[in-house]
């Protein structure tokens, strides 16, 4: 554990290095985006150059700022669910366990072991969805014409096929409650899930492959864009991105939430902290969630999957502040709510993962090239629905 | 154009029917989208040039980063007001013959997320849409239905007269006037040309 | 892991003066926190931050919380000198009399910060702070050195609640537009006069629209419709 | 009637020529080639994009483009209708002139290169005796309109697209001569019909190509490689790489200007590719001497589009270097390479007929291939790495 906090007796330890530019001609500057190819949305970066190398970099974000946080404050706390399904719209189902999850924690509510299950399911479905999209654009930002951008949606439809058929969205679940899940799914769905999972893993090794064996990747990627580990958790940076730095922090492990405590699984650590480090830790936790996957789905208890005491109509907690994370795709999702006994919360606060990673991209990527910008862009692995909410 | 109209043309001059038509099916079959991406229909968007939807059947999956070389602008998501003067300028930058597919909710309306502060209630408030698809996001189906639909408004433009695309009409608006961000909202509200505010009688 | 007691009375040996008070939470959640004071509060951070047994390396979440100036109405026993006839005789008498008063509490801007440990692995340790009131005085300090997680946030909070972080490197607007004058997520915030037409209007946005009609009327007189 | 089949484009050239006053004749000749030039390359362009867009999408799973005529045959059609008839713009700050010149020169480069490759026996526009340095020359001048596109822009992006392409374009612009020369040396002749008549010989039925050699076979692969590079195809697409730099240094073209940019790209492939076949795999003569019946064209046509089939597969699956690797590929690998490579040809020439040959220059080559895997490797430790996990 290199969790230690060694250099803070230094004054501005934790702030970007200055990079002082060669020569006396004018830096050359760059607003990268809004509107730019790969910056996954609607980012912008204001660049300076000297040359290709970056010599300053500031993020501008509130492209995609939807007021997730005034409209949670005027909506009840169930209509609010829909609305976390387009915080993140890659992984919906984990948004909605983690606002499930503040709520629950507010009015102290039991979920069923049934719907735990039910929810570890989804969530690690969503989160090899996640995951195997993120390489895809990894590579498809290094300019591969997006061939392995193609087999990852292959494998994400096949999973979206099942959200569908238990939810009745492909990307908008909106499928979990307070207190439980929305439906129970049938024996048949439980079949279909099992079916796609054993064929998972022989997906998982192909992108294994295309990291490990592709020098190209390799010499694009490592020792590039490098993390320390007590930068990343002073800057708050959770999720795939701190433990490819080797910080051993799975949310899933600490805090024992749902019932992630009853199944085997590790936590895959990198020791560079650069962008191989960090999709190699994603595509190993693909391999271990396709573990927890045939756990869960062999252990499956049956039982109701809503509890008969949930409050659903005249929903009204009394007042008190709660605040829910779990271990998203991302990195720690969290909710913060604040009730004065109202059906609306008095303050809604979305913990959002992917804005503070990009904390630290400034950090990564000054004294690099444009083409690395992209790529230590690429992978923090954020959303811009979750970065501006 | 219809059967018998097209004989009575061809006694006029058959070159000028063939050439429109000729010229219809190629703008219809080689429609270039922008990459360009809002919010969370991008990445259905994404889906449907993807191997099971498959895009590039119609001759479109030739994303184009830069607008000058895009025919047609999708609209994949919330508009925020900070976003829309930059949505505005990129409609700007295209080349014409240009369309706009507005998908999604978000895109028409605002959909969702219509009574937060920062979001633009519609995007054709700025630029005219060619087509609208509705849903939270849309299904890649409907992105293809909406594209054929496309494919159908192009063929069926007459290039002459009334009802003629904008790029042939000379006096058609060219450059669609950028909002300003200002201190509490943007300024004009909407482009009034494009987007009069619906009179309805009750 | 400390209880609040225990982090607080830790605190208060460690800075002196920092004025700690526990806000309990009558939530299930049991997540207290303890207020600091503005003035002690960098202080305090760093000794989280550092001290071997909490360990607080992590500041997961930080945010805003806007309070209303609130019309507090009491009922308050006063006794008053009353005259009064008794037996024919006109004596002064203490009464006591339950009389409403109300007085304006004034509002305030609160930042409230999620702690975790990465080392220890424990937490949430909540911590809150308050500005004075919510127009002039709404400076707090800022704790970026201590947790860089809070540059973007504090960012955040400056700009949808107008909290002013002293010693942050670099406070603009995050979300919203350098143009931009409004804080929008204060609760007195008015949205600009954005009409938009909806078939079944209800409610607030039944409300809105009407007050578009009559602005527009005001202003052009046209027939511009609902 | 092999030899006519052989030769029809030719004979067809001279009784079409043979038809006109004797005056008009030398001219009309001329004419007659770089019409057939002109019309050739564009719909071999045409077919060549729609292989491309049908083949990525077979590699990845899909059908591509199938809805304009049978099999989407028509969607080149399609698209040159949409590009010509698409609005031009200019930026207002941008320098009008050498905007709209840079296409134009791009494409006059691209298509005088075509004058020197032979595409067949007798087949050949100039048959001059320094045919190899006259491409290279006009080959350099595609770096002249790529920079000129991207200065006259005033594009940030479209500036630094073409500060890439002239450092990509200039520096691999070396080792595809070194590796030319190489060739060169064993021929004996800068013409280019020479070289290939030089290797249409068999030994037992197989040919003597120069790829079959261990340096040709070195200098093919070294050539490949520079020649992708000189073409701006992936993996060295970088003056174009979508992900960094929107479009590169044609960020602000539309239109038709695009559309020739398009065009210059492609048949600047299919002159390399050209090149190629003529100085390693035997040009236009048949790969076993049994099959000299038929066409030469026919063999020269089937390896060019052979290569540029190639090209496309590369381009479905490999992801794009960055500019500082690039420069290092180039002059610290490739380079030196090509250098060995020329050693190892006088070696070849020095040695003699023999077994003796073959053994020292596969030896020599080896050894210097191997040597620098594992040195480059090692020294900048890249490689597969092993992780830990916690419980």
New interface residues.
């Given amino acids: ?1 290199s ?3 060694r250099d ?1 007796n230094l004054e ?1 330890w ?2 970007p290095p200055v990079i002082v530019p060669d020569g006396e001609g004018e830096l ?1 500057e ?1 607003a990268m985006g ?5 910056t996954h ?2 980012f912008r970066m204001d660049l300076a ?1 000297d040359g ?1 190398r970056v010599v300053r970099l500031k993020p501008v ?7 997730h ?3 949670g404050e ?1 909506v009840s706390y169930l209509a609010m669910m ?2 976390t399904d ?1 915080l993140d ?2 992984c919906s189902l984990t948004n909605n366990w983690a606002y499930a999850l503040a709520v629950e ?4 509510q039991a979920v069923p072991e049934r719907a735990e299950y039910i929810r570890v399911i989804l969530a690690e479905l969503t989160r090899i969805v996640n995951h195997a999209s993120a390489i895809g654009f990894l ?9 392995p ?3 990852a ?2 494998e ?2 096949k999973i979206l096929d099942l959200f569908e058929s238990l939810t009745g969205s ?3 679940c909106n499928y979990m409650r307070f207190g439980g899940c929305r439906v129970d799914p049938s024996a048949a769905w439980l079949d279909a899930t099992r079916k796609v999972v054993a064929g998972l893993p022989q997906f998982a090794h192909e992108f294994e492959n295309l990291l ?9 990627c ?2 590039v864009g490098k993390l320390r580990p007590e ?1 990343a ?6 999720g795939p991105m701190l433990r490819a730095s080797g ?4 949310i899933r ?2 805090d024992h939430y749902g019932v992630y405590d009853r199944f085997k699984f ?7 902290g650069d962008i ?2 960090r999709y ?2 994603r595509v ?1 936790e693909i391999h271990e969630s396709i573990g927890i996957l045939e756990q869960a789905l062999k252990e499956i208890p049956g039982g109701p999957v809503m509890d008969p005491k949930a409050k659903i109509r005249g929903f009204r ?9 779990i271990e998203g795709p991302k990195g ?1 999702l ?1 909710f ?1 709510l ?2 004065d006994g109202g059906n609306s919360p ?2 809604f ?1 979305v ?1 959002p993962p992917s ?2 990673n ?3 991209l400034e950090d990564m990527c000054l004294g690099h ?4 910008v ?1 790529l230590i862009f690429g992978s923090v692995d954020i959303v ?2 979750e970065v ?1 909410r | 154009m219809e059967e018998g109209l097209k004989i009575e043309l061809g006694k006029q001059g058959v070159f000028v029917t063939t050439i429109e038509e000729l010229y219809n099916w190629g703008r219809k079959n080689s429609v270039w989208p922008m ?6 229909c ?3 968007m ?2 449907t040039t ?3 939807y498959d895009l590039a059947r119609f001759g479109a999956e030739v994303f184009r ?1 830069s ?1 000058r070389q895009a025919d047609l602008m999708i609209i994949s ?2 508009v ?1 007001k ?2 829309a003067p ?1 949505v505005v300028r ?1 409609y700007n930058q295209m080349a014409e013959p240009r369309y706009v597919i507005a998908m999604g909710a978000c895109a028409i309306s605002g959909g ?2 219509k ?5 633009l209630k519609g995007i054709d408030r700025y630029i005219p849409v060619d087509v609208h698809i509705p849903g ?2 849309p ?1 890649p189906e409907a992105l293809l239905q909406a594209f054929m639909t496309l494919q159908k408004k192009i063929e069926e433009q007459p290039l002459t007269g009334e009802g003629r695309p904008r790029h042939l009409d000379a006096e058609a608006q060219g450059e669609f006037p950028v909002p300003v961000q200002g201190e509490h909202d943007l300024e004009p509200t909407s482009n009034k040309l494009v987007w009069p505010l619906p009179v309805v009688i009750r | 892991m400390k209880s609040v007691e225990e982090i607080k009375a830790a605190i208060e040996a460690a800075v002196p003066g920092a004025g700690v008070e526990i806000v309990p ?5 049991g ?1 207290h926190s303890l207020r600091l004071l503005p003035s002690h509060a960098v202080a305090v951070a760093y000794f989280l ?2 001290d071997e047994d909490l360990g607080l ?5 930080l ?1 805003g ?1 806007d309070h209303l100036d609130k019309e507090i109405a009491e009922k308050v026993k006063v006794t008053r000198q009353v005259t009064k006839t008794v037996d024919g005789v006109e004596q002064t008498v203490d009464e006591v009399v339950e009389e409403t008063r109300k007085h304006m509490e004034p509002g305030y801007l609160e930042t ?1 910060y ?1 702690l975790f440990s ?2 220890k ?1 424990h937490g ?1 340790v ?1 911590l809150r702070m308050r500005t004075v009131n919510r127009t002039d005085e709404v400076e707090l300090p800022s704790v970026t ?1 201590v ?3 809070a ?3 504090e960012r955040e909070v400056f700009d ?1 609640y107008g909290v002013v972080f002293t010693g942050h ?1 670099d406070l603009r ?5 350098p143009e931009f004058k409004d804080h ?2 204060r609760r007195d915030y008015k949205e600009p006069d954005d009409f938009e037409y909806e078939p079944t209007p209800h409610d607030t946005v039944l409300a809105r629209a009407k007050d578009h009609k009559a602005a527009v009327a005001g202003q052009e007189g046209t027939g511009t419709g609902l | 009637m092999v030899s006519t089949l052989d030769q029809i484009f030719v004979l067809l050239k001279h009784w079409l020529v043979g038809l006109l006053p004797s005056v008009l004749q030398p001219a009309a000749g001329v004419l007659l080639s770089v019409v057939a030039i002109v019309c050739v390359f564009p719909a071999l362009f045409a077919l060549t994009v729609l292989l491309e867009r049908k083949g ?1 999408g077979r ?4 059908l591509g483009p199938n809805r304009v005529g049978p099999f989407g045959i028509l969607q080149p059609i399609a698209d040159a209708i949409k590009s010509l008839t698409k609005e031009d713009i200019v930026p207002l700050r941008a320098d009008a002139l050498i905007h709209f010149l840079a296409p134009l020169v791009l494409v006059v480069a691209v298509f005088l290169e075509f004058a020197v490759v032979p595409m067949g026996r007798n087949m050949v526009l100039v048959d001059m005796d320094a045919s190899l340095l006259f491409f290279f020359s006009i080959g350099a001048s595609t770096e002249l309109s790529v920079f000129m596109a991207g200065w006259s822009s005033r594009n ?2 479209s ?2 697209g073409a500060m ?1 392409a002239v450092a990509q374009m200039i520096s691999y612009e070396v080792p595809l001569l070194m590796s030319s020369v190489a060739v060169v040396m064993i021929t004996g002749s800068l013409s280019l019909v020479k070289i290939v008549e030089a290797q249409n010989q068999y030994t037992y039925g197989l040919p003597h190509w120069n790829i079959f050699t261990p340096w040709g076979c070195a200098g093919f692969v070294m050539f490949a490689i520079a020649a992708t590079a000189e073409t701006n195809r ?2 060295f ?2 003056p174009e ?6 479009a590169g240094y044609f960020t602000e073209y539309s239109g038709f200007k695009f559309a020739l940019f398009f065009l210059g790209e492609y048949l600047g492939m299919f002159s390399i590719s050209g090149l190629g076949t003529a100085l390693f795999l035997g040009g236009w003569s048949a790969p076993f001497s049994f099959l000299w019946w038929v066409p030469s064209w026919i063999w020269f046509f089937g390896k060019v589009m052979l290569s540029i089939c190639v090209l496309i597969w590369v ?11 690039l420069m290092n590929f180039a002059w610290k690998f490739v380079l030196p390479m090509t250098l060995l490579n020329l050693v190892d040809v006088a070696l070849w020439r020095f040695l003699g007929e023999g077994w003796l040959r073959w053994v020292v220059c596969s030896a020599v080559m080896l050894v210097a291939y191997v040597a620098a895997a594992l040195t480059g ?1 090692r020294r ?6 092993s ?5």
């Fill in positions: 554990m969790g230690s906090l803070t501005g934790n702030r050359l760059v809004p509107h730019h190819p790969s949305g609607v150059l290709e974000f509130g492209y995609l700022h939807r007021n946080e005034q409209i005027t829909p609305y387009r719209y890659i924690k507010l009015v102290g590579i498809q930002e290094m300019g591969a014409s997006g061939t951008l193609m087999y949606f292959r994400r439809e492909r990307m908008m490990m064996s592709n020098e190209i990747v390799m010499a694009r490592q020792g930068l958790i002073n800057a708050g940076v959770t910080v051993n922090y799975d492990k600490v590790r936590v895959p650590l990198g020791d560079h191989y480090d190699m830790v190993l907690p009394k007042p008190g502040e709660a605040y829910g994370r720690e969290g913060y604040i009730s008095y303050r606060r913990r804005l503070i990009l904390t630290v090239n444009v083409a690395d992209v811009l629905g501006d | 990459q360009f991406g809002l919010a969370c991008a990445i259905e994404i889906a993807m191997a099971r980063p607008p998501g919330t925020t900070k976003m930059q990129l969702p997320f009574q937060g502060y920062n979001v939270c996001p299904r | 939470n009558p939530s299930p959640s997540q931050r550092d390396d992590f500041l997961s979440n945010t919380v409230v999620h990465m080392a692995k949430p909540v050195p947790w860089r997680s540059e973007f946030q949808l490197p607007r995050l979300l919203m537009w929008p997520m | 990525l590699m990845q799973n899909r940030k992006y500036l630094m890439r992936s993996p697409d970088l790489g979508e992900s960094e730099l929107v381009r479905g699956t490999l992801p794009r270097l960055r500019q500082d690797q490797l900048d430790h890249i490689g597969p790495r992780y830990r996990y916690a419980e």
